[in-house]
């Protein structure tokens, strides 16, 4: 399974942007990069994904490098509900159809 | 609508015991998976039900976990002979194109401790 790196923790102004980004260096054709995000006690959520091409939706964009090596999410005016940890994730549609978490990125938002 | 539901919320139990583990999927959702999330750790795939049959199980950590969905739809993890170590949240989520999506949909888990 191809792997993400991401750094442990980051910080961000409210309504700044926040920049989350992940490292998947071994990224196959076929592996679509998914980001979910978990706040405190609560199950994780959804936010965006992509295969090649940068992507949009209310919550956040998806920016994914050419070589498709690493990737970041933006989230781009953070507030305080924004605080939360962000999993960066490979999934493969065809053999291996779980998710397999890393250790993500807690993102603290401040006022 | 409503989303995945999980009960209960909070298990207490003593080390040796039996416990089962209830989740109540999206309407429609075709596959549904188990993960489990210890503190500080993401979540850990145990098992993914495509429909009423276990497509994947190889996360289950050995055989006193067992997960069944005889209808399709309600999901039920057991654990038999609870230990310390089984203590964590035990997640939930359901997913529409039978799996062939990352897209999953994910309950608010239910807190095992095993004292």
């Known amino acids: 399974d191809a792997k993400t790196t991401q750094p442990p923790s980051m910080d961000c102004a409210e309504g700044r942007a926040a920049n989350l980004p992940c490292n998947h260096s071994?990224?196959?054709?076929?592996?679509?990069v998914y980001w979910y995000r978990q706040i405190h006690s609560q199950g994780p959520q959804y936010i965006i994904h992509?295969?090649?091409?940068?992507e949009t939706n209310e919550m956040a964009s998806l920016i994914i490098t050419e070589d498709r090596k690493s990737s970041t999410l933006i989230l781009p005016h953070a507030t305080l509900r924004d605080t939360a940890v962000y999993y960066c994730?490979?999934?493969?549609?065809?053999?291996?159809?779980?998710?397999?978490w890393g250790l993500g990125t807690s993102l603290a938002v401040n006022p | 609508g409503a989303g995945v539901s999980q009960t209960p919320s909070n298990k207490v139990t003593e080390k040796g015991k039996y416990v089962e583990l209830r989740c109540d999927p999206i309407s429609g959702h075709t596959a549904l998976y188990w993960y489990r999330q210890s503190l500080g750790q993401g979540p850990e795939f145990l098992i993914y039900?495509?429909?009423?049959?276990?497509?994947?199980d190889s996360g289950l950590p050995n055989d006193r976990f067992f997960a069944v969905r005889p209808e399709g739809s309600v999901s039920t993890l057991k654990i038999q002979r609870t230990e310390r170590g089984d203590s964590a949240v035990y997640l939930c989520?359901?997913?529409?194109?039978?799996?062939?999506?990352?897209?999953?949909?994910f309950g608010p888990g239910t807190r095992l401790t095993v004292l």
């Open positions: 071994t990224i196959s054709g076929n592996e679509y």
């Open positions: 992509g295969l090649k091409n940068n």
């Open positions: 994730i490979v999934f493969n549609a065809g053999n291996n159809r779980k998710l397999i």
């Open positions: 039900f495509q429909g009423t049959g276990a497509a994947d």
């Open positions: 989520a359901s997913s529409l194109r039978s799996g062939s999506t990352g897209e999953q949909f």
